[in-house]
C-alpha cells in the first residue's frame, strides 16, 4: 500500500517540485495539496493521509491542528525556523536535502510512527517513555504540558497514551492514576 502524503506549503513553486519529487517513488501517493491551513480537518478526513509535509512558518504547534489523530507531521524548512519550533515536528526536510535524503527521512518517519504502534499490540508492558508520559498524565499534567515538560512533540505524548491505554486496558485519567500509584510509578502524597 502506498504512502499518502499530504503537503501543507505556500510556495507553489515548492509544492510542485515536492510532489513531482514524491510522485516519481512507487511508495508515495501525493494527495492535493494545501496552500493554507484553510480545510485541513476536511482533508484529513477525505484524504486519510498517512504523513503530512508542513512548512512549520504556518503551525509552530502541529499537534494543535490534528486534534488527537495520530499522524506524523514533517516540517518542511527552507529558511530560518526556531529549533524549539522544530523539536516538535516528528522530524525534518530540508528543501536543500537530496532526494534519496527527503525519500528516507519519509519512510523513517512513517514506518516507526506506524510500526510503534503495531509493535506494542502484542507487548503489555509500558516502554520507559510511556511510564514518564503516564506519571504526568497522572499528575494532571495536560498533553502540551507533558510535551514541554518530556521536550517532545504533543503528537508523541498522544501516541504514547493512547500505547498506555491499549496495553492497560485503561481509558480513564484516574484509572490511570490509580495503575500510577498501585504500580509505584507515582507517590500518593505528590498528587496533592
Known amino acids: ?14 509544492v510542485e517540485g515536492l510532489s513531482s519529487l514524491l510522485g516519481e517513488q512507487t511508495r508515495f501517493k501525493v494527495l492535493s495539496p494545501l496552500y493554507s491551513l484553510d480545510g485541513l480537518g476536511e482533508r484529513l478526513v477525505t484524504g486519510k493521509p498517512d504523513v503530512i509535509i508542513l512548512n512549520p512558518t504556518l ?9 488527537d489523530t495520530a499522524i506524523p507531521v514533517v516540517a518542511l524548512v527552507y529558511q530560518y525556523v526556531e529549533p524549539l519550533v522544530l523539536k516538535r515536528y516528528d522530524a525534518v526536510v530540508d528543501i536543500r536535502d537530496n532526494r534519496g535524503t ?11 510512527f506506524h510500526s510503534l504502534e503495531q509493535s506494542q499490540a502484542g507487548s503489555y508492558e509500558l516502554s520507559r517513555r510511556e511510564t514518564d508520559v503516564l506519571v504526568q498524565v497522572a499528575r494532571g499534567l495536560t498533553n502540551k504540558e507533558i510535551a514541554d515538560t518530556l521536550n517532545v512533540s504533543v503528537h508523541t505524548v498522544i501516541s504514547h497514551r493512547k500505547n498506555i491505554m491499549h496495553k492497560t486496558g485503561i481509558k480513564s485519567v ?18 496533592i
Open 174 to 191: 484516574a484509572g490511570l492514576t490509580v495503575y500510577a500509584i498501585l504500580n509505584n510509578l507515582i507517590d500518593e502524597s505528590a498528587l
Open 59 to 67: 503551525a509552530s504547534q502541529p499537534s494543535q491542528l490534528l486534534a
Open 102 to 112: 527527503i525519500v528516507e527521512t519519509l519512510v523513517r518517519v512513517t514506518q516507526s
Open 1 to 14: 500500500m502506498k504512502t499518502r502524503v499530504l503537503i501543507i506549503e505556500p510556495s507553489e513553486v515548492i
